[in-house]
RNA sequence: GGGCGAUUAACUCAGCGGGAGAGUGCCUCCCUUACAAGGAGGAAGCCGGGGGUUCAAAUCCCUCAUCGCCCACCA
């Protein structure tokens, strides 16, 4: 066994753990078993253009905790890995690449193009896999997926094809949103509003003829002058009575010339703007809704590129924006401009490239969401799914009620191209077809394939169950699928989960495609702001792991995880993390340095009353990690670990086996010491043994490399931490010990209160000490001298007389811990100023406390309706304090005196 | 316009019906032979304001304020 160096080194040690466990073969999945039942995750896919950023190393994080629990507890475990070709991420990427060399993708052509993706995903693919590596997690690395491969693009067809041919899919003239720089469509959820300060621009719109009232032109309000080109009608509400007179005039179009009815709709607010409505139907969609009940005209005045068509007139050719001043321009100039003012709306902008879309009218395809959605809301309602934390069932119900068609197609080369054949010369019906067809059916002609792609979230729907083989029935899907749990950020509740429990259900006979679903917080940087590369208020979790190695970053992150905050990232977190990773290397470093050789690993035994203390602890702690994993209780779960091992492993009990360990070693030891210090060691070894299984899924390296050093044998062995037995706390609860935990809380608050008072008398820990204890129990007494080795090792104290009649000897500080009055001679050193103002302090507190005990118990409401052991535990409060304030008192006399 | 979350020590946050906690920072002492990435001791909080429920409220309810997020076709 080499030696271990004195700091921890994380740079050492991952790299070659690491190939371990891919040497090992831990991470594939187990074979196909019998009975037992599978743990199946899904990794959310990272795009094929992704790196790892903040909120990745929590999701993952998150998901390796609980692979890594389940696998330890020897569930059949299969985390499956793979990345999504993300159409317009990568599409831009390999666009952006041709730009450098002058070219457009129509340069090359759809084919070659396609190929240069292809390329492209070879060449930078797999830079988050690595990455995913480098955080230790414990994907099968055989299995990668992609959702482009061929088995998956026939799994997307057949979602496809079904769709179509049961009617859930359709093709339309309807208002998208389109992207112009990414020149596609996009789905309604792909469109982020932001608030934006614009303008309201009031218009004056000539009436062909004056009305009946005599007026001749209606005022119209607009945030998009530009679109008044398109205008091809006027809308008010049929019940306003300032536009009784005005319904099924004629408008002449300014600027434009085009004659266009009143309308009316009850569409119209009379109570915004001016109460009529410019309708341009091509532009926006309750414009379009209007147009279609009053059978109007749609003239799209707008390119794909957002510049004015040929419909724009006079205008065309000019950027949207140009347009939109030019247009204000002229109408100021034509006297029609009645006024403007700034007008806060919300704009939506492309969630790919943050362009400002348009409403535009185009065809495309569409999937009818209502009779997919009803499935997926039943099996949240009644618990096949269940959300952590459960109140964004809630945000799912919100949106699944109201759910609209889903805009599928989209206008990139890159994806999987829509599978529908039409024959121009006969005019069949378009066909959906799973092979590629040549000709028509009907008529022989030639035929040819859609030009649109699918919308990626289209395929990536189908992970859970195209990543096990589906549209085959393959082993793998009948055993494997329903997945677990599968963990997400918010962002993409409706883009991807909503999705994957509607299709999973649909295609997987009715299956959900996981059981829960944690929705985790989302990473904020230190003044609350998103994390975003482009703006540079990101942190890169690469260098997060340099400085605090991947176990520092990954427990860092899990103290951080509760269920109600998002995540202010506070880097102090993971720094105390690496501290942690370093107290456990050092704890580990001690106990193996501390064993002899040939020293044989035993059954843990509560010879001391530490033993028993630290072994009930232990058992506490197995529960509480094993309850809160399985609740995904991240937060609590770190917590309770850094607690246990930090405080009371490290803190009291290594210290507490120091005086056997040391005894025990020395050429004149007695057989009994020899043997305490063999029951030292075998403890340590199995504390330690424990504790570093319940450590590993959050901190795996670290955990792995000191276990591998323990001498463990028979079946505590295990190829690696990694696929060892998780501890079972049903096994540990034979540790349980109150007594045990009573009795060493009391002698530590007697070390704790004496070292107070060496500090405040700056007595050298060299220097020992005898004390006075009083106490009015016998069984305190028989505490203190069964274990006075302790209250030597830990207070210094080198002798001690404990009676229930002790008297206080001359010139001593008295202190009050573990009900005990504990008496430190000093030598006419005492400060007596210092002790009054102790003393009264702690008198004043123990005076609140019995005031509050008894009000309470004074309180017939509370005698009658509280717990009788909470009326118990308040009984015993008001004594203790009591006692505690007989005992102050006394000391502040003496103190007066 | 709806909905959700947050408000606790200087900072970042736990706790969510019965004695206010952690990490970081701060103060004092200590390089004690596992660890100075450490040890020991300590200071520090009307638990956002106001009302209510309850024997009992940081914790449950209502309300207000502030901050943040999501959904929504208001020109």
Partial sequence: MSEMPKAYDHTAVEGPIFESWLAGGHFAQHPLPGGERPFTVAIPPPNVTGSLHMGHALNNTIQDVVVRRARMSGRPTRWVLGTDHAGIATQNKVEQKLAREGKSRHDLGREAFIEACWEWRREHGSTIIGQLKAMGCSCDYSDEWFTMDPSYQRAVRTVFVDWYQQGLIYRGKRIINWCPRCST?????????????????????????????????????????ETMLGDTCVAVHPADERYRDIVGATVVLPLVGRRIPVVADESVDPAFGTGAVKVTPAHDPNDFEIAERHGCAKVNILNADATISAEGGTYAGLGRYEARRQVVADMEAAGLLLGVETHVHAVGHCYRCHTV???????????????????????????????????????????????????????????????????????????ASMEDLAECAECGGPVRQDEDVLDTWFSS???????????????????????????TARDILFLWVARMIMSGMRSVDGKVPFEDVIIHPTVFNAEGKRMSKSLGTGIDPLDLMEHYGADGMRFGL?????????????????????????????????????????????????????????LSRLAGLAARVDEGIVAYEFGDVARSL???????????????????????????????????????????????????????????????????????????????LMVAAWPDPTELARFRDNDAERSVSKMLEIVVAVRGVRARYRISPKQGIS??????????????????????????????????????????????AGGMEVYVPLEGLVDFDA???????????????????????????????AAPDVIAKERAKATESADRIAALREQLDELEA
């Fill in 461 to 487: 729907q189908l992970w859970p169950f195209a990543t096990l083989g589906w549209p085959e029935r393959t082993p793998e899907l009948a055993y494997f699928y329903p997945t677990a749990v599968l963990s």
């Fill in 642 to 720: 850094y607690e246990f091992f930090w405080s009371e492993f490290c803190d009291w009990y290594l210290e507490l086996c120091k005086p056997r360990l040391f005894a025990g070693t020395r050429e004149t030891a007695s057989a009994a010491e020899r043997a305490g210090r063999l029951t030292a060691q075998r403890n340590l070894v199995f504390v330690l043994d424990v504790a570093l299984r319940l450590l590993h899924p959050m901190m795996p390296f670290i955990t792995e490399e000191i276990w591998r050093r323990l001498p463990l044998t028979g079946q505590n062995r295990a190829p690696s």
């Fill in 185 to 225: 469509a996009l789905s309604d959820i792909e469109v982020e509003h932001d608030d934006l300060e614009g303008h309201l621009w009031r218009f004056r719109y000539p009436l062909a003829e004056p009305a009946a009232d005599g007026r001749d032109h209606v005022v119209v309000a607009t945030t998009r002058p």
């Fill in 558 to 614: 899990m103290l951080q995880t509760t269920g109600t905050q998002d995540i202010r990232f506070a880097e102090e977190r993971l720094l105390s993390s690496r501290n942690f990773a370093n107290k456990i290397w050092n704890a580990s470093r001690f106990v193996l340095m501390n064993l002899d050789d040939g020293f044989t690993p035993g059954g843990p035994e509560a010879a001391t009353a530490a033993d028993a203390w630290i």
């Fill in 771 to 816: 004390v006075v204890v009083r106490t009015q129990a016998e069984t305190d007494v028989q505490l203190l001298d069964a274990e006075f080795a302790y209250l030597n090792a830990l207070a210094g104290i080198d002798s001690f007389v404990a009676a229930t009649d002790a008297t206080k000897p001359a010139h001593s500080v008295t202190v009050v």
């Fill in 357 to 431: 879309v348009e409403p535009w009218l185009s065809d495309q395809w569409f999937a009818r969401m209502a009779p997919l959605a009803a499935p997926a809301i039943e099996a949240v309602r009644d618990g096949r799914v269940t959300f952590h934390p459960k109140r964004w069932e809630s945000v799912y119900f919100h949106w699944m009620d109201n759910i609209r068609d889903w805009c599928i197609s989209r206008q990139l080369w890159w994806g999987h191209r829509i599978p529908v054949f039409y024959c121009d010369a006969c005019g069949t019906p378009p066909v």
């Fill in 835 to 865: 002790e009054r103002a102790r003393v009264a302090k702690e008198l004043a507190s123990a005076a609140d406390d019995l005031a509050k005990a008894e009000r309470k118990l004074a309180n017939e409401g509370f005698l009658a309706k």
